[in-house]
Protein backbone atom coordinates (compact mmCIF):
# COMPACT_ATOMS: atom_id res chain seq x y z
CA UNK A 1 0.00 0.00 0.00
CA UNK A 2 1.64 3.22 -0.94
CA UNK A 3 1.73 5.69 2.18
CA UNK A 4 -0.26 8.86 2.48
CA UNK A 5 2.26 11.87 2.54
CA UNK A 6 1.71 15.76 4.08
CA UNK A 7 3.46 18.53 3.06
CA UNK A 8 3.58 22.00 4.97
CA UNK A 9 4.54 25.65 3.61
CA UNK A 10 4.77 28.76 5.92
CA UNK A 11 4.35 32.07 4.08
CA UNK A 12 5.49 34.59 6.60
CA UNK A 13 3.92 37.79 6.61
CA UNK A 14 5.59 40.31 9.05
CA UNK A 15 5.31 44.21 9.72
CA UNK A 16 6.77 46.33 6.70
CA UNK A 17 8.52 49.32 8.22
CA UNK A 18 8.08 51.39 5.73
CA UNK A 19 9.77 54.93 5.65
CA UNK A 20 9.02 58.35 3.52
CA UNK A 21 11.81 57.74 1.50
CA UNK A 22 10.90 54.30 0.37
CA UNK A 23 7.63 55.47 -1.00
CA UNK A 24 6.88 57.52 -4.31
CA UNK A 25 7.23 61.50 -3.79
CA UNK A 26 5.86 62.65 -6.81
CA UNK A 27 2.00 62.43 -8.06
CA UNK A 28 0.59 63.62 -10.78
CA UNK A 29 -1.96 66.59 -10.33
CA UNK A 30 -5.72 67.16 -12.13
CA UNK A 31 -5.72 69.09 -14.94
CA UNK A 32 -6.27 72.33 -12.64
CA UNK A 33 -4.70 75.55 -14.26
CA UNK A 34 -4.94 77.87 -11.58
CA UNK A 35 -2.12 78.69 -8.31
CA UNK A 36 0.08 77.30 -6.90
CA UNK A 37 0.94 75.60 -10.80
CA UNK A 38 3.53 77.45 -12.25
CA UNK A 39 3.75 78.14 -16.06
CA UNK A 40 6.03 75.89 -17.36
CA UNK A 41 9.44 76.46 -17.81
CA UNK A 42 9.35 78.87 -14.60
CA UNK A 43 10.35 78.86 -11.48
CA UNK A 44 9.43 80.86 -8.64
CA UNK A 45 12.38 83.32 -7.36
CA UNK A 46 11.76 82.36 -4.10
CA UNK A 47 13.13 78.77 -4.60
CA UNK A 48 16.01 79.46 -5.03
CA UNK A 49 16.55 80.85 -1.60
CA UNK A 50 15.29 77.23 -0.86
CA UNK A 51 17.82 75.27 -2.67
CA UNK A 52 21.53 74.62 -3.62
CA UNK A 53 22.73 75.06 -7.00
CA UNK A 54 22.37 72.18 -8.17
CA UNK A 55 18.76 71.33 -6.64
CA UNK A 56 17.82 74.43 -7.93
CA UNK A 57 19.11 73.59 -11.59
CA UNK A 58 16.86 70.26 -11.36
CA UNK A 59 13.69 72.16 -10.51
CA UNK A 60 14.70 74.44 -13.88
CA UNK A 61 15.17 71.19 -15.71
CA UNK A 62 11.48 69.78 -14.72
CA UNK A 63 9.77 72.87 -15.53
CA UNK A 64 10.39 72.18 -18.98
CA UNK A 65 8.28 69.14 -18.66
CA UNK A 66 5.72 70.23 -15.96
CA UNK A 67 3.85 73.21 -14.27
CA UNK A 68 4.88 72.48 -11.00
CA UNK A 69 3.84 73.16 -7.41
CA UNK A 70 6.41 73.92 -5.43
CA UNK A 71 4.91 74.02 -1.89
CA UNK A 72 6.94 71.07 -0.76
CA UNK A 73 9.79 73.29 -0.50
CA UNK A 74 8.18 75.65 2.21
CA UNK A 75 7.75 72.40 4.57
CA UNK A 76 10.13 71.40 6.53
CA UNK A 77 12.17 67.93 5.49
CA UNK A 78 14.64 66.14 6.64
CA UNK A 79 17.69 65.11 4.59
CA UNK A 80 16.48 61.49 3.97
CA UNK A 81 13.79 63.52 2.15
CA UNK A 82 15.34 65.74 0.07
CA UNK A 83 17.36 62.84 -1.20
CA UNK A 84 14.50 61.57 -2.09
CA UNK A 85 12.60 63.98 -3.39
CA UNK A 86 15.61 64.99 -6.17
CA UNK A 87 16.48 61.48 -6.66
CA UNK A 88 12.88 61.59 -7.72
CA UNK A 89 12.94 64.48 -9.96
CA UNK A 90 16.29 63.26 -11.65
CA UNK A 91 14.88 59.67 -12.53
CA UNK A 92 11.95 61.78 -13.98
CA UNK A 93 14.03 63.75 -16.15
CA UNK A 94 15.70 61.44 -17.59
CA UNK A 95 13.19 58.79 -18.32
CA UNK A 96 11.74 62.13 -20.17
CA UNK A 97 14.66 62.70 -22.20
CA UNK A 98 15.13 58.68 -22.87
CA UNK A 99 11.37 58.12 -24.24
CA UNK A 100 11.16 56.03 -21.52
CA UNK A 101 8.17 58.26 -19.11
CA UNK A 102 5.27 57.19 -20.75
CA UNK A 103 2.65 58.85 -18.28
CA UNK A 104 1.70 62.80 -19.86
CA UNK A 105 3.99 65.75 -19.72
CA UNK A 106 2.97 70.11 -19.95
CA UNK A 107 0.35 69.22 -16.89
CA UNK A 108 0.19 70.11 -13.51
CA UNK A 109 2.38 68.69 -10.97
CA UNK A 110 2.71 68.18 -7.24
CA UNK A 111 4.51 66.50 -4.36
CA UNK A 112 3.52 64.66 -1.56
CA UNK A 113 4.96 63.38 1.79
CA UNK A 114 3.30 60.47 2.91
CA UNK A 115 2.56 60.52 6.79
CA UNK A 116 4.70 59.42 8.79
CA UNK A 117 4.26 55.30 9.80
CA UNK A 118 4.49 54.30 13.26
CA UNK A 119 6.84 52.09 13.77
CA UNK A 120 6.04 50.88 17.34
CA UNK A 121 3.04 48.59 15.46
CA UNK A 122 3.94 45.81 14.65
CA UNK A 123 2.45 42.09 13.80
CA UNK A 124 4.04 38.02 13.39
CA UNK A 125 1.58 36.18 11.31
CA UNK A 126 1.77 33.58 8.70
CA UNK A 127 -0.32 31.45 6.58
CA UNK A 128 -0.05 27.77 6.12
CA UNK A 129 -0.15 25.87 3.13
CA UNK A 130 -0.75 21.75 3.35
CA UNK A 131 -1.35 19.14 1.19
CA UNK A 132 -1.71 15.29 1.26
CA UNK A 133 -0.96 13.04 -2.17
CA UNK A 134 -0.14 9.78 -2.56
CA UNK A 135 3.34 8.92 -4.91
CA UNK A 136 2.95 5.66 -7.50
CA UNK A 137 6.36 5.26 -7.58
CA UNK A 138 5.73 2.70 -11.04
CA UNK A 139 4.33 4.99 -13.16
CA UNK A 140 5.47 8.43 -10.89
CA UNK A 141 2.21 9.77 -10.51
CA UNK A 142 1.06 11.88 -7.41
CA UNK A 143 -2.53 12.01 -6.91
CA UNK A 144 -3.89 14.93 -4.63
CA UNK A 145 -5.93 13.79 -1.50
CA UNK A 146 -6.57 17.45 -0.34
CA UNK A 147 -5.30 20.54 0.77
CA UNK A 148 -5.54 23.39 3.14
CA UNK A 149 -4.44 26.85 4.09
CA UNK A 150 -4.50 27.85 7.98
CA UNK A 151 -3.59 31.21 9.33
CA UNK A 152 -1.63 31.60 12.34
CA UNK A 153 -1.08 34.66 14.43
CA UNK A 154 -2.84 37.00 17.18
CA UNK A 155 -6.86 37.02 15.65
CA UNK A 156 -6.31 35.34 12.20
CA UNK A 157 -8.62 35.08 9.73
CA UNK A 158 -8.23 33.89 5.85
CA UNK A 159 -10.14 34.79 3.07
CA UNK A 160 -7.98 32.78 0.10
CA UNK A 161 -7.96 30.19 -2.37
CA UNK A 162 -5.23 28.00 -2.74
CA UNK A 163 -4.26 25.69 -6.25
CA UNK A 164 -2.25 22.70 -6.53
CA UNK A 165 -0.70 20.95 -9.61
CA UNK A 166 2.17 18.01 -10.12
CA UNK A 167 4.98 18.76 -12.21
CA UNK A 168 5.90 15.05 -13.57
CA UNK A 169 9.04 16.27 -15.07
CA UNK A 170 10.39 18.60 -12.28
CA UNK A 171 9.09 15.68 -9.45
CA UNK A 172 7.46 18.60 -7.84
CA UNK A 173 3.99 19.79 -6.64
CA UNK A 174 3.65 23.29 -6.96
CA UNK A 175 1.18 25.60 -5.30
CA UNK A 176 -0.33 28.76 -5.12
CA UNK A 177 -2.92 30.68 -3.31
CA UNK A 178 -4.05 34.53 -3.20
CA UNK A 179 -6.35 36.04 -1.02
CA UNK A 180 -6.66 38.69 2.44
CA UNK A 181 -5.31 38.03 6.20
CA UNK A 182 -7.03 39.62 9.18
CA UNK A 183 -5.49 39.88 12.10
CA UNK A 184 -4.63 42.07 15.51
CA UNK A 185 -1.76 43.54 15.49
CA UNK A 186 0.57 44.29 18.78
CA UNK A 187 -1.93 47.16 19.84
CA UNK A 188 -5.04 45.23 19.19
CA UNK A 189 -6.20 46.82 16.07
CA UNK A 190 -7.31 45.18 13.21
CA UNK A 191 -5.59 44.82 10.02
CA UNK A 192 -5.60 42.89 7.11
CA UNK A 193 -3.25 41.98 4.49
CA UNK A 194 -3.20 40.57 0.78
CA UNK A 195 -0.84 38.35 -0.22
CA UNK A 196 -0.32 36.71 -3.72
CA UNK A 197 2.28 33.21 -3.59
CA UNK A 198 3.35 30.53 -5.51
CA UNK A 199 5.97 27.73 -4.38
CA UNK A 200 7.26 24.14 -4.75
CA UNK A 201 7.73 21.10 -2.90
CA UNK A 202 10.08 18.17 -3.71
CA UNK A 203 7.87 14.89 -3.74
CA UNK A 204 8.58 12.45 -1.24
CA UNK A 205 9.49 9.26 -2.83
CA UNK A 206 9.80 7.33 0.91
CA UNK A 207 7.81 5.34 2.52
CA UNK A 208 7.66 7.96 5.33
CA UNK A 209 4.85 10.71 6.06
CA UNK A 210 6.59 14.11 5.85
CA UNK A 211 5.48 17.16 7.08
Not at 3 to 21: N, R, V, Y
Not at 56 to 81: C, T, V
Not at 96 to 108: C, E, L, Q, V
Request: a neutral charge.
Amino acid sequence: MMPLKAIIFLILLSCPFISWGQEGTIKSATQDFSEPYSPLGSVPDWVETKTTPQEYALWEKLSEYFRIDYSILRQPLSQAQKEKLYESIAATCKAIANGSYSAPTKTPLTFHIPPATDTSIQWNVAVKSMAWYIYNSEDKSVYLIKDTLQSTGQGARINAVQTFYYDKEGQKLCGSCAGTLTFLDNQNKWRSVDFNKSYDFPVDKGNSIKE
